[in-house]
């Protein structure tokens, strides 16, 4: 067993409003730049609906993630070296400017300048790339409005086997946002793809970057990102990517996107796994077992034996009281409610999502069915809105069973504390189903509620014996930093460990440092 410590994020799904609030700040953090226009590492996505880039999902067009060979084992979808070799030049597999959207400026001083008419005088969007006249037809947030409108929804590669049973009728509409950003994955097939190693996953909290150095343009880590969230900027010809806010974590504080969530729905705190694991992990034959799979890879930081080979391993003590403090543990591993986001993908996400339940408690009341009675809430939660099968193919590989298990708890919670405010009483019988103590219920209730600052982000600051050279790197996320902000290279020094995963070190700490 080998102990790492991950930074991760759990995004509760029941309580984002699409304000996009996440995203204008996050643009306006990191990709406010020329050459990131067109660029979101944080977007809000309407389901259903193709996303953004267009259907990226579908990766029978797009060839990311992994899938398994003839003898079980781990191999990019979209091929090995020698195809990526012959696709240097000409990649097939790579997203085109009509997959994201041409990003436009528009001549502010034809319309500040205008003299006063009768009418208000109007300008014509321009391209940002070419400096023409053109039109507006696509956007990062373009489905926003349609909420699952028939125009555009059939389109979302997980109703493909399920055309026959979602129905578009205005009375069972159903539509919900899923914000995005980098997943950094366990096993990112972006790191794996990199001819020139540019990209690389932080050994001290697992937050996947990019050097700017070495990025030499290539672009296979973005045909080989199966989400999409690697981008290429335009100006620097380099591959540019959400950072997780790494100078922000690093002091302890959480990202921007979590810090201005208007939901307050994302939460964020480490987790321990078994670095040895993971390619066992990602290689499980069937898909729907990889939840499972994943699920095993986290470790009890409660358990003497895992502080114990944590704290050998050198992570610090604080670190590890982080961990037996952090939600994320908390929501995936205890309570047991929150999943990876397309996990058949095998790159073991780390952004893992608490799917949105629709109104259950007016669903069981308009089937005259009593809320604290798990089989009439159980029964609603089949025939609500939002299909399971649907859920299933976002969360699941599938597996449906998985996504009514999690509901239910969410709906046995809502039931719950809904008879103790009310009357007082004690719904045994929702207790029972779910298998959790009301104390557990309560505490749930509350994480997912009514938390507190310090309850939703539990991020230890950065703990490096070096001080004075950590001081220094601090200045490597200046906003005009020439690639920008964060994607300095001169703070960095890339280690190659077993030849595939690249761990990155302080210059100061490089001849110090143990393969």
């Known amino acids: 067993m080998r102990v790492m410590a991950q930074v991760a994020m759990v995004m509760n799904l029941d309580k984002c409003i699409g304000c996009h609030t996440c995203s204008v700040t996050c643009k306006q953090t990191w990709t406010n730049r020329e050459g990131t226009e067109y660029v979101w590492f944080n977007n809000v996505e309407t389901k259903p609906g193709i996303g953004y880039p267009k259907r990226y999902e579908d990766q029978e067009r797009w060839r990311g993630g992994w899938v398994l060979d003839r003898r079980g084992r781990l191999k990019l979808r979209g091929g090995g070296r020698v195809r990526r070799l012959l696709s240097l030049f000409a990649n097939p597999d790579l997203p085109a400017l009509e997959d994201y959207y041409e990003p436009v400026t528009y001549d502010y001083d034809t319309l500040l300048t205008a003299p006063a008419g009768e009418h208000t005088p109007v300008i014509r969007p321009k391209s940002a790339l070419t400096g023409q006249d053109t039109a507006i037809t696509w956007g990062a947030n373009w489905e926003d409005d349609l909420g699952g409108a028939p125009e555009h929804a059939p389109g979302d590669p997980n109703l493909a086997a399920m055309t026959e049973k979602v129905r578009f009728e205005y009375e069972r509409t159903f539509m919900f946002h899923l914000p995005r950003i980098c997943e950094h994955c366990l096993n990112p097939a972006c790191v794996s793809a990199c001819p020139s190693g540019a990209m690389y996953k932080r050994e001290e ?28 900027n335009h100006v620097t010809g380099k591959a540019e990517k959400c950072t997780f806010c790494f100078p922000r974590i690093e002091a302890g504080q ?15 705190g480490i987790v321990l ?17 990889l939840l499972d799979a994943q699920r095993g890879l986290f470790l009890d ?12 391993a050198g992570i610090p003590a ?8 952090s939600p994320v543990h908390r929501l995936i591993s205890t309570y047991r409610i929150a999943l990876p986001l397309h996990p058949e993908y095998r790159t073991v996400p780390m952004v893992w999502y608490i799917p949105p339940l629709s109104p259950v408690l007016d669903a069981v009341s308009g089937r005259d069915g009593d809320a604290s009675d798990p089989d009439d809430v159980f029964h609603a939660i089949r025939d609500l809105r939002i299909p399971l099968e649907y859920l299933a193919s976002l969360f699941t590989a599938g597996d449906t069973e998985v996504v009514a298990g999690v509901l239910m ?41 009514i938390a507190k600052y310090d309850e939703r982000y539990v991020i230890p600051a950065a703990h490096r014996e070096q001080a004075a050279a950590l001081d220094a790197q601090g200045t490597g996320c200046s906003l005009d930093v020439e ?12 280690l190659p460990v077993d030849g595939r995963i690249r761990l990155p070190l302080h210059v100061a700490d490089a001849k110090e440092a143990r393969r």
């Open 205 to 232: 909290d697992g937050i996947v970057l990019v050097d700017q150095d070495r990025c030499r343009g290539w672009r296979m880590c973005v045909s080989a990102c199966p989400y999409k969230k690697v981008y290429l």
């Open 254 to 268: 959480p990202t921007v996107c979590a810090e201005t969530c208007v939901g307050r729905l994302r939460y964020i």
């Open 273 to 289: 796994y078994d670095a040895d694991a993971v390619t066992a992990a990602a290689s499980v034959p069937d898909p729907t077992d």
């Open 301 to 312: 930081p409660h358990d003497p034996a895992v502080a114990s080979a944590a704290l050998e």
């Open 318 to 325: 604080d670190w590890l009281d982080a961990a037996r403090r």
């Open 409 to 449: 708890k969410l709906a046995a919670m809502r039931g719950y504390m809904r008879a103790r405010t009310l009357d007082g009483t004690v719904a045994e019988d929702l207790l029972a189903a779910t298998g959790m103590t009301g104390e557990d219920m309560e505490a749930m209730y509350r994480l997912l509620a």
């Open 483 to 494: 690639g920008g902000p964060g994607m300095g290279g001169d703070d960095f020094h890339v």
